[in-house]
């Protein structure tokens, strides 16, 4: 088997609300580019437990996602997965991200995992479209993995 | 590296349904289904092409899409009369049952089994078992089932090229024929499943589990060491000191479609199932053939267009109509099957179906929370046989056809019904095609059936029965409903709200 990185750029949101659309907006840029053949990018759309398949077969896996925000809407942060809590829900239909992320952690073959993150202004229900600063974050979000992608291409 | 203070909060804007209880000296004397939201796929299918319903109703669900993707298909058949060759009723069933497999370990496993870790039950003697088993994220059960489920829907992945959301089933059949690969693959998939059930789930061969055929040896079974140290052994011990077999059985009547067509027995105007399905009479104890004429929906306390009685699918409507302030409370329907409530689930569809354990058990016991939980994971054993059957069937047909593509012509006008087991239980949906286009549209869910509220006589629905009656001792924390919701595998995340002390907790499925 080849030693090559082979990693995933997972996006999660839904483009029905509001900022939450930060994650399928930057996989629509991303899918559009002729990306590396050791490099996949995925719209995960909300799916829970169904997206533990795309943490499977890989080394690293970049998520994408809106967070709430903590004052600075458009804001990106690079952070690590254990600091997103699971939520106090449980899961099914309304499982999230943090619940998948614990999920993931606890299988013997985890892959590296990062987030990037896009602090967001509002995710008012079934209101699609991006806000002004989170727009801007799809844009530098798509630069910085446009970046990342030619440094996998590489390794 | 600077810390970054979010404040992260990655939940989802979905779905949820909220039970309203009302607690009297601790004890449930009032239940209200509340389905917080409305959905509207039946409004987004008129005036649609018909075959779009095979695209849109799979995103009903995003645990059984198949469920809906094989309903849609059946409706489509049944309103034009198409022939569907045997292989691609096998490889459907494969799918469904894959489906249900996944659904059935990962309900039982990583969402009803973690409540007996709660620190109230700390003094039983099973507590530290059930905490080394079913703890979240740490218990052995809970990590071998992560792992283990991811598998199963590989499986429509073979056929249907992605899970969930898939379209692949077609009138006339799939679009893609089983070959040696994929069936090699389909095998290792469920190989590694079944070792594991019988060595982790049961402690058991399937063959030996299947033939354990009424309650008294399963009883007698219960206390062998392998079967006690087991998964399954482990969940009915707690669940049944905790009396959740006496509790919580709800209405009576039970449905189930029948599971899985006949290959060989299928496409209009043969409707056989290898399961039978039918309509249990909680009265008479007796299993009877249903009739879908006599399923009809009423709207007496939901929030739509209001008409009165019950109505037939065929001729039913989902106009929104919000009215606050009012004795309405829900954006769920109330379907009935004559004027009964029923439920629907792997308990009724392996009580009517014919399972000997399982009636023996009804029989000695009646319906309860645990039987529902423990008839879910003796389902999977059942699906997995029947699996493995299909394997060899299409192994020994190979060349046969996947599909047999109805001529356009055939695409008429006219009404169809597409009725299966999903893995929560009775799923139907029913169309009407008028000029080329979907005129009407109407989708029973297993959790419709199940969460109903009150119908135009004030019936309360299943769910709402069977929690009246149900000591909580701590209303704050009333796990005991918990038991009760999860053990009817609710489709959505599910709100508890006791009235009396403002308390709201929420349930996942």
């Known amino acids: ?155 | 590296m600077a810390t970054i203070e979010v404040n992260i909060n990655l939940n989802r804007v979905e779905g949820d349904l909220e039970i309203a209880l009302v607690l009297d000296d601790g004890v449930v004397t009032e239940a209200r289904t509340i389905g917080t939201l409305y959905r509207g796929f039946e409004q987004i299918m008129m005036g649609r092409a018909p075959r779009d319903a095979l695209v849109i109703t799979p995103r009903v669900c995003g645990i059984c899409g198949t469920a809906h993707l094989y309903s849609a298909v059946l409706a489509l058949e049944h309103a034009w009369r198409t022939p569907v060759p045997p292989n691609a009723t096998r490889i459907r069933n494969l799918c469904l049952i894959a489906e249900g497999i996944q659904n059935d370990l990962r309900q039982t496993f990583l969402f009803f089994a973690p409540d007996f870790c709660h620190r109230r039950y700390s003094q039983h003697s099973w507590f530290d078992d059930a905490v080394d088993a079913f703890e979240p994220f740490r218990g052995s059960i809970y990590l071998e089932t992560l792992a283990q489920t991811r598998k199963a829907v590989e499986i429509v992945a073979h056929f249907g090229g992605q899970w969930p959301h898939s379209s692949y089933m077609i009138p006339g059949g799939v679009t893609t024929p089983a070959d040696l690969r994929r069936l090699l693959a389909c095998r290792s998939v469920l190989d590694e499943i079944q070792r594991w059930y019988e060595r982790r789930v049961i402690g058991a061969s399937l063959d030996d589990w299947l033939a354990l055929e009424d309650a008294e040896r399963y009883f007698a079974w219960l206390d062998t060491p392998a079967h006690a140290g087991s998964a399954l052994g482990l969940m009915s011990r707690a669940a049944r000191s905790l009396g959740l077999h006496l509790c919580a059985s709800g209405t009576p009547h039970m449905l189930s479609y029948g599971a899985w067509c006949d290959p060989d027995r299928w496409s209009a105007p043969h409707d056989a199932r290898v399961l039978p399905g039918g309509f249990y009479d909680g009265g008479s104890g007796t299993v009877g053939p249903y009739d879908q004429q006599l399923i009809n929906e009423h709207v007496r306390h939901s929030w739509f267009r209001p008409y009165d009685g019950g109505r037939h699918p065929w001729n039913g409507e989902t106009v929104p109509d919000f009215q606050p302030n009012s004795d309405r409370y829900t954006w769920a329907k109330a379907p009935r099957y004559g004027d009964k409530v029923v439920q629907t689930g792997p308990l009724a569809e392996l009580l009517i179906g014919g399972d000997a354990l399982i009636a023996s058990l009804h029989q000695a016991e009646g319906g309860s929370a645990w039987l529902r939980q423990f008839a879910r994971v003796r389902r999977i054993a059942v699906e997995l046989k029947q699996a493995r059957l299909i394997l060899d069937e299409l192994t020994a047909n190979l060349h046969e056809p996947h599909i047999l593509n109805p001529a356009k012509t055939q695409e008429t006008d006219g009404e169809g019904y597409g009725l299966i087991m999903a893995a929560r239980g009775a799923l139907g949906h029913w169309l009407k095609i008028k000029d080329g286009v979907i005129e009407k549209y109407q989708i029973i869910t297993p959790t419709a059936w199940n969460a109903s509220p009150r119908d135009s006589g004030g019936l309360p629905g299943h769910w709402e029965q069977s929690l009246v009656g149900l000591s909580v001792q701590d209303p704050d924390d009333p796990v005991e409903i918990g038991h009760v919701i999860r053990s009817h595998d609710p489709c959505l995340v599910c709100t508890v709200h006791v009235l009396n002390t403002g308390t709201r907790l929420r349930f996942g499925p």
Request: hydrophobic share 45%; charged share 15%; aromatic share 6%.
């Open chain 1, 1 to 155: 088997m080849s030693n090559r990185q082979l990693c995933h750029i997972v996006c999660f949101g839904n483009p029905l609300h509001g900022d939450d659309g930060f994650g399928p907006a930057v996989y629509q840029r991303l899918a559009a580019l002729p990306l590396p053949d050791n490099v996949r990018v995925f719209d995960a759309g909300t799916p829970g437990l169904a997206a533990l398949a795309l943490f499977q077969g890989c080394h690293e896996v970049m998520i994408v996602d809106a967070v709430a925000s903590g004052g600075i809407p458009g804001k990106l942060s690079r952070l690590s997965p254990n600091v997103v809590t699971a939520e106090i829900t449980l899961p099914g239909h309304g499982i999230g991200v943090g619940y998948l992320l614990k999920a993931v952690a606890a299988l013997p073959d985890c892959p590296r995992i990062e987030i990037i993150a896009a602090e967001i202004l509002g995710a008012a229900p079934f209101r699609p479209g991006l806000s002004k600063p989170v727009r801007q974050a799809v844009d530098d979000a798509f630069v910085l993995l446009e970046k990342y992608a030619e440094q996998v291409s590489r390794q």
